[in-house]
């Protein structure tokens, strides 16, 4: 017998049981998304490597350490996407949406893979969904995409909301910053954690979003970015912060918040929930107004945020214990004779009521046929014999009150489709 092939790790399969889930959330997000005006985008699942090279940047561990990378067959390097703003950016480059509209919103639920240390809600293939606003550089755009965000996660039951925010400004301001943040950081590189000693040379703005509480204690007295702002960074992101109080949104300002990605600039965001544990970001985003030039095309200014289903999906499945999987109606065949009919009956009941319909096709006995109908919590079986079809008849048992009526193939639906209770 040959040995067993596993699932590669940080990869895990959505079985049946948390699918029904999954396609629920998953279709609120479309309608939702839908209702702001977004539109849904898709872009293949591998690009050329230099997109996120110049994009996400060569120094962030994402590029060094977490992409998977080869080389095709013509020399060409690719990668599986490790996030989806680039990929978004150059399909709007590419397709010129820009001169289909000033502002183009898009959203999008697709795959990402990265090969980081798979803990509890991230895995090396995820998936993420998110928006993309491009084409306005005004602050209540910035606010419309945290609205959109916080609103997502209200609706789905998710407590404890809170959002904060920064703002890192623009990239003079940025760069001024960095410049002093190394000469503060540098006399403590020796008692920097080892991720912090690397990134002081390649990232020190990263060295902010430590968790290492040898690094907590030295960065609290860094020098400020908002010391840093210039009046346009700091005018935009008091408007921010007046908008959000008019929406009720709870936020505070975390002077630590940065990105890993080198593309942000000006207003950055995560929301936060204390009821998933250390792992508290749900998601986070901000604005990027030099990517798409970035990346070739005009300059032209965006904003966005993405989120990790896998880690929504882990708290709505700890609130949604008592899902409702029920079936409304089984067949139950008790010879076979009545297999056919039995058929014909689930097509005309799904086509003609768009109700959940399940055939026996095991061919058991009526008993255990019975049995499976309670597993999976029908609301009525049909029972088909060979008495009953030849008298063009059926049973119709309610399974919650056990009460049964004989009924007539030829109307069978219309036993269900005046009272029938739809879920």
């Known amino acids: 017998m ?38 849904l985008i898709k872009t293949p699942v591998f690009e050329k490597t230099e997109l996120f090279n110049r994009s996400i940047g060569e120094n962030t ?79 209540e755009q910035d606010v419309e995409v945290i609205l959109i965000a916080f609103r997502i996660y209200q609706m789905l039951g998710v407590n404890d909301l809170a959002v904060n925010i920064n703002s890192i400004g623009s990239k003079e301001s940025r760069l001024n910053y960095v410049v002093d943040l190394k000469k503060f950081l540098t006399p403590f590189k020796n008692k920097l954690s080892d991720i912090s000693q690397s990134r002081l040379e390649s990232n020190p703005l990263r060295i902010l979003d430590s968790k290492s509480k040898k ?43 940065v990105r890993g990605l080198d593309y942000y600039n000006g207003m950055i965001f995560e929301i936060i929930s204390d009821n998933i544990g250390a792992q508290s970001a749900l998601c986070g985003g901000g604005r990027y107004d030099r990517l798409v030039e970035q990346l070739g095309g005009k300059s032209t200014p965006a904003v966005g945020f993405a989120a990790g289903l896998e880690r929504l999906m882990l708290i709505l499945k700890e609130q949604s214990e008592n899902l409702d999987y029920s079936t409304d109606i089984y067949i139950i065949s008790s010879n076979e004779e009545a297999i056919s009919q039995s058929i014909v009956i689930a097509d005309i009941l799904r086509n003609k009521l768009g109700i959940k319909v399940i055939t026996e096709t095991l061919r058991r006995s009526v008993r255990s046929q019975m049995r499976e109908a309670n597993k999976i919590n029908a609301q009525f079986v049909i029972i088909i014999g060979q008495e009953d079809t030849s008298n063009n008849e059926v049973i119709i048992k309610n399974m919650k009150d056990g009460s049964q009526i004989n009924a007539s193939i030829d109307k069978i639906e219309s036993y269900f489709g005046v009272d029938y209770e739809y879920k």
């Open 2 to 39: 040959s040995d067993l092939i596993r699932n590669i790790k940080g990869t895990k399969d959505i079985l049946p049981l948390d699918s029904k889930l999954w396609l629920e959330t998953e279709s609120i997000i479309h309608n939702f998304m839908s209702l702001h005006g977004y539109h």
């Open 61 to 139: 561990d994402i590029v060094n350490k977490e992409m998977y990378t080869w080389e095709d067959r013509d020399g060409t390097s690719l990668t599986l996407r490790p996030e989806l703003t680039a990929s978004v950016v150059r399909s709007f480059i590419q397709n010129q949406l820009g001169n289909l509209s000033p502002i183009q919103r898009f959203y999008y639920i697709d795959s990402s893979f990265r090969r980081e240390r798979p803990q509890k809600g991230r895995q090396r293939q995820f998936t993420q969904y998110g928006v993309e606003s491009i084409g306005s550089h005004n602050p």
């Open 215 to 257: 690094d907590l204690e030295i960065i609290k007295d860094a020098p400020l970015i908002s010391d840093y702002l210039n009046e346009k960074d700091q005018a935009n992101f008091e408007v921010i912060q007046n908008l959000l109080i008019d929406l009720n949104i709870p936020f505070k300002i975390n002077e630590n918040l």
